[in-house]
């Protein structure tokens, strides 16, 4: 039935393995829910096209889907196959596909979805990007003949335009415009948009002469790269050592090998000062990926790598799928980040696919980090990183001063310490920025009924509602359940509902009655929306329109303002009693990266910690920037525990939105886990209600499998979920989440 045939590509263009010359059956991986693939008839016309990750469209069940050719088995037949229907685009390369298969094994999830995961989404459907424009037919048009106001008007306009992109056109329906094209005065006409860079480049930079210890680092990494095999680097690098600097000189060194370079940044650090770097230093040779392009914009930056139009792929977790066929370097930046980690579907860490990147394609990797992983910084202890070490800021700029303020004893001004006030006050006087960071959004955390006691809970999350004063509302931060606050407490009809524990919009409050001649602005997710307002209020605080600059971690990361001097840690206990073995990690990485804002420039920075917990090793060691100091303590806990990195960690966790069913759930996989336990070192932690009970009315029950070796605790995973899968198929979720990094 070759009739029935779409061709969506060139299919001369395709590669031709022998494989497909002789096989008239394809395995085919489509993106359902299971881990099997399947059979498919190729038919005539297609039998030579098709290669291994060749993308095809394929019937299953009663609709069509995309799948990915994985293989050609041998058998002989055919009978009652069902045939593809055609090829799509580009074959994924050689390389993506193992790393696919990798990652489909490593993290146990489906291939057919594992593939979709490394793809853009709109890779297949948009073809070459194109635009519509409407075009004034040329010669004498009479407005008179144009019926009713709207076509004399685009008439009108058509004729003093002569050409006009539709999305100028919303202001006319379809049959306007129709109309005038019957009539011959008006045409459509389509013209392809080339993907680029984008114009407006900026100018070039003059790359700085490195410092010493830059220079070594970059002068190892390079030297690794060009002998070809496969290693990997730990930076360790202070905050404001010129880390970003080491990365690219690195990649200026590929110029011409033929060879690309992946980095990968939180993307809270893709800002337009970061990529300002890279464009002022690569020109248009750059490709940016973030969650703020459509589809088709990601597609298109897919296309130019794919197409060789590209040097340096920037950006967060995904970019690590960028399709160059030839690959020298891997930078993952700020590697400890969680946002690493995909929290749902496919739940990789970026870092650690990035390292397998780099391995399937004999390249460098580099792990960048102030503060790293402890998984990392345990590595390169075990040598199977290189360590390469940046002890200095850049033009021996010296550490800021961290000072750590007891709350239960120091003197207060407005419910805070003195001396935060006064150091706020003293910054504003001489002219310098302050930046506070509190790690809670919203005005207070909870309201509380100063009568029973009772604080106000999301109906279908177990979580507290916070408070948000300035929009006089209550919202859950983990749906998006929000209301009006009560005027009496709906358990005892009391009327002394007050706010408890401040949020980012109280400290916004407290800030202005301390300081109101200052210009303050707040970041968090309440108030900033979109990498737009991101981006905008990143360059107010640059052109120093900005005077105290308060916030969630947001303000934390990444940025480089040198007239910073002060930065202060409003709560440093917000994540420090978390249900969460990494919660002083956090904790230390957080403090460490909000310390480093400051004293960037050329007047010494300060930091000042307010804490109810000044004994902590956390705050300890990040007073006196000791990383090292912290990590031999902190190992010395999870050793004792037996947590990772000592040992691998997945987690399962059940869903359902009837407890009963989830907790009947959990059972049966801890029993079936129970029965096929071998050893003390392997270990089943619960099952037991997640810290956070219920989300979006979903009781959720979760175990963690603790083993040194990772395979055990894999087979122990997959045998858990076909005993849950075959039991409660459909009524209970189950997910298997291999080196969590999200406890809660
Ligand atoms: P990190 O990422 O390690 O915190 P950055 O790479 O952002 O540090 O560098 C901090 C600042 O120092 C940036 O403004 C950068 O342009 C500047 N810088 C880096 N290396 C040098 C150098 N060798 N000479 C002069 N300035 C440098
Ligand atoms: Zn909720």
Same mark, same amino acid.
């Given at each position: 039935m070759?009739?029935?045939?779409? $061709?969506?590509?060139?299919?001369?263009?395709?590669?031709?393995?022998p494989h497909?010359?002789?096989?008239?059956?394809?395995?085919?991986?489509?993106?359902?829910?299971v881990?099997?693939? %399947?059979?498919?008839?190729i038919?005539?016309?297609?039998?030579?096209?098709?290669?291994?990750?060749?993308?095809?469209q394929?019937?299953?069940?009663?609709?069509h889907?995309?799948?990915t050719?994985?293989g050609?088995?041998?058998e002989a037949?055919?009978?009652g196959?069902?045939?593809?229907?055609?090829?799509q685009?580009?074959?994924?390369?050689?390389?993506?596909?193992r790393?696919?298969?990798?990652?489909a094994?490593?993290?146990?999830?489906?291939?057919?979805?594992?593939?979709?995961?490394?793809?853009? +989404?709109?890779?297949?459907?948009?073809?070459?990007?194109?635009?519509?424009?409407?075009?004034?037919?040329d010669?004498?048009?009479d407005?008179d003949?144009?019926?009713g106001p +709207?076509?004399?008007?685009?008439?009108?306009?058509?004729? &003093?335009?002569?050409?006009m992109?539709?999305?100028e056109?919303d202001?006319?329906?379809?049959?306007?415009?129709?109309a005038l094209?019957?009539?011959?005065m008006?045409?459509?006409?389509?013209?392809e948009?080339?993907?680029?860079?984008?114009?407006?480049?900026?100018?070039?930079?003059r790359?700085?002469a490195?410092?010493?210890?830059?220079?070594?680092?970059?002068?190892?990494?390079?030297?690794?790269s060009?002998?070809g095999?496969?290693?990997? %680097?730990?930076?360790?690098g202070?905050t404001?050592?010129?880390?970003?600097?080491v990365?690219l000189?690195?990649?200026?060194?590929?110029a011409?090998?033929?060879?690309?370079a992946?980095?990968l940044?939180?993307e809270i650090?893709?800002?337009p000062?970061?990529?300002?770097?890279f464009?002022?230093r $690569?020109g248009?040779?750059?490709?940016?990926l973030?969650?703020?392009?459509?589809?088709?914009?990601? /597609?298109d930056?897919?296309?130019?790598i794919?197409?060789?139009?590209?040097?340096?792929a920037?950006?967060?977790?995904s970019?690590?799928?960028?399709? $160059?066929s030839?690959?020298?370097?891997?930078?993952?930046?700020?590697?400890?980040?969680?946002s690493?980690k995909?929290?749902?579907?496919l739940?990789?860490? /970026?870092?650690d696919?990035?390292?397998m990147?780099a391995?399937?394609?004999?390249?460098?990797?580099?792990l960048g980090?102030?503060?790293?992983s402890?998984?990392?910084?345990?590595?390169?202890?075990?040598?199977?990183?290189?360590?390469?070490?940046? /002890?200095?800021?850049? &033009?021996?700029?010296?550490?800021?001063?961290?000072?750590?303020?007891d709350?239960?004893?120091?003197?207060?001004?407005?419910?805070h310490?003195?001396?935060?006030?006064?150091a706020?006050?003293?910054?504003?006087?001489?002219?310098?920025?302050?930046?506070?960071?509190?790690?809670?959004?919203g005005?207070?955390?909870?309201?509380?009924?100063?009568?029973?006691?009772?604080?106000l809970?999301c109906?279908?999350c177990?979580?507290s509602?916070? %408070?948000?004063?300035?929009?006089?509302?209550?919202?859950?931060?983990?749906?998006d359940?929000?209301?009006?606050?009560?005027?009496?407490?709906?358990?005892?009809?009391?009327?002394?509902?007050?706010?408890?524990?401040a949020g980012?919009?109280?400290?916004?409050?407290?800030?202005?009655?301390?300081?109101?001649?200052?210009?303050?602005?707040?970041?968090d997710?309440d108030?900033?929306?979109?990498?737009?307002?991101?981006?905008e209020?990143?360059?107010?605080?640059?052109?120093?329109?900005?005077d105290?600059?308060?916030g969630?971690?947001?303000?934390?990361?990444?940025?480089?303002f040198?007239a910073?001097?002060?930065?202060?840690?409003?709560?440093?206990?917000?994540?420090?009693?978390?249900?969460? $073995?990494?919660s002083?990690?956090k904790? %230390?990485?957080?403090?460490?990266q909000?310390a480093?804002r400051?004293?960037?420039?050329?007047?010494?920075?300060?930091v000042i910690?307010?804490?109810?917990n000044?004994g902590?090793?956390?705050?300890?060691?990040?007073?006196?920037h000791?990383?090292?100091?912290?990590?031999?303590?902190?190992?010395?806990?999870?050793?004792?525990?037996?947590?990772?990195p000592?040992?691998r960690?997945?987690?399962?966790e059940v869903?359902?939105?009837?407890?009963k069913?989830?907790?009947?759930?959990?059972?049966?996989?801890r029993?079936?886990?129970?029965h096929?336990?071998r050893g003390?070192?392997t270990t089943?932690?619960?099952?037991?209600?997640?810290p956070?009970a +219920?989300?979006?009315?979903?009781?959720?029950?979760?175990?963690?499998?603790?083993?040194p +070796?990772r395979?055990?605790?894999?087979?122990?995973?997959?045998?858990?979920?076909?005993?849950?899968?075959?039991k409660?198929?459909?009524?209970?979720?189950?997910?298997?989440?291999?080196d969590?990094?999200?406890?809660?």
């Open positions: 070759t009739s029935a045939l779409v $061709f969506f590509g060139t299919l001369a263009s395709l590669p031709v393995t497909s010359m002789s096989s008239s059956i394809a395995d085919i991986a489509v993106p359902v829910a881990s099997k693939t %399947f059979h498919y008839h038919p005539d016309a297609l039998r030579g096209a098709l290669v291994t990750g060749s993308r095809v394929v019937p299953f069940g009663s609709r889907v995309s799948g050719v994985i050609f088995p041998a037949g055919t009978r196959l069902k045939s593809v229907i055609g090829v685009g580009e074959p994924v390369g050689p390389d993506l596909m790393l696919a298969f990798w990652m094994d490593y993290y146990l999830h489906p291939i057919g979805l594992t593939i979709e995961t490394l793809l853009p +989404k709109a890779l297949d459907s948009a073809k070459q990007r194109t635009r519509r424009l409407l075009r004034l037919v010669g004498d048009h407005l003949s144009v019926r +709207k076509q004399a008007e685009l008439l009108h306009l058509l004729c &003093d335009r002569q050409v992109p539709f999305e056109l202001s006319f329906s379809p049959s306007t415009i129709k094209c019957s009539a011959g008006a045409q459509v006409i389509e013209q948009v080339e993907p680029g860079a984008g114009s407006g480049l900026p100018a070039p930079d790359p700085p490195l410092m010493t210890e830059q220079a070594e680092a970059v002068r190892r990494i390079v030297e690794a060009a002998s095999g496969f290693e990997v %680097f730990l930076l360790h202070v404001g050592s010129g880390k970003t600097e990365y000189h690195s990649i200026a060194t590929l011409g090998s033929g060879k690309g992946i980095v940044v939180p650090a893709l800002t000062q970061l990529l300002g770097r464009r002022r $690569f248009g040779r750059v490709a940016v973030h969650s703020g392009l459509t589809d088709r914009e990601r /597609a930056e897919y296309r130019r794919r197409g060789g139009g590209v040097d340096v920037v950006g967060a977790r970019a690590v799928f960028a399709p $160059f030839r690959i020298g370097l891997v930078i993952v930046d700020e590697e400890q980040e969680s690493y995909q929290d749902e579907g739940r990789y860490h /970026a870092r696919v990035a390292v990147r391995k399937f394609q004999d390249a460098v990797c580099v980090s102030a503060t790293p402890l998984e990392s910084f345990a590595n390169a202890r075990a040598g199977k990183y290189r360590y390469l070490r940046i /002890a200095n800021r850049v &033009d021996h700029r010296p550490m800021p001063e961290v000072e750590i303020i709350l239960k004893t120091a003197p207060k001004t407005a419910g310490s003195a001396a935060l006030v006064a706020v006050q003293d910054r504003l006087a001489k002219g310098e920025q302050s930046l506070l960071l509190l790690n809670r959004r005005f207070s955390s909870v309201l509380i009924c100063g009568d029973c006691g009772r604080t809970q109906p279908s177990s979580v509602l916070a %408070f948000h004063k300035r929009e006089q509302a209550l919202k859950c931060h983990y749906c359940f929000h209301t009006a606050p009560p005027v009496r407490c709906p358990s005892c009809g009391g009327a002394a509902l007050k706010p408890l524990g980012t919009q109280r400290i916004e409050e407290d800030i202005a009655a301390i300081a109101p001649s200052a210009r303050i602005a707040r970041m997710r108030s900033v929306r979109g990498r737009n307002a991101y981006d209020l990143l360059g107010r605080v640059d052109r120093r329109e900005v105290i600059l308060l969630t971690q947001m303000v934390a990361k990444g940025h480089d040198p910073v001097t002060l930065v202060g840690v409003v709560d440093a206990d917000v994540g420090l009693n978390l249900p969460d $073995f990494r002083a990690e904790t %230390f990485q957080l403090i460490t909000a480093g400051a004293g960037r420039g050329d007047v010494a920075g300060e910690i307010q804490t109810l000044p902590h090793y956390a705050l300890r060691h990040s007073r006196t000791d990383y090292e100091g912290f990590y031999d303590e902190e190992i010395g806990y999870r050793t004792e525990l037996g947590y990772p000592i040992r960690m997945i987690k399962i869903k359902s939105s009837r407890e069913l989830a907790v009947e759930a959990a059972q049966a996989a029993d079936c886990i129970r096929l336990l003390k070192e089943l932690l619960g099952p037991a209600s997640a956070i +219920k989300v979006r009315g979903k009781y959720r029950y979760q175990m963690l499998l603790l083993s +070796k395979e055990v605790i894999r087979r122990l995973a997959a045998e858990a979920r076909s005993a849950v899968e075959e409660f198929c459909r009524t209970v979720q189950m997910i298997v989440d291999v969590p990094v999200n406890l809660m």
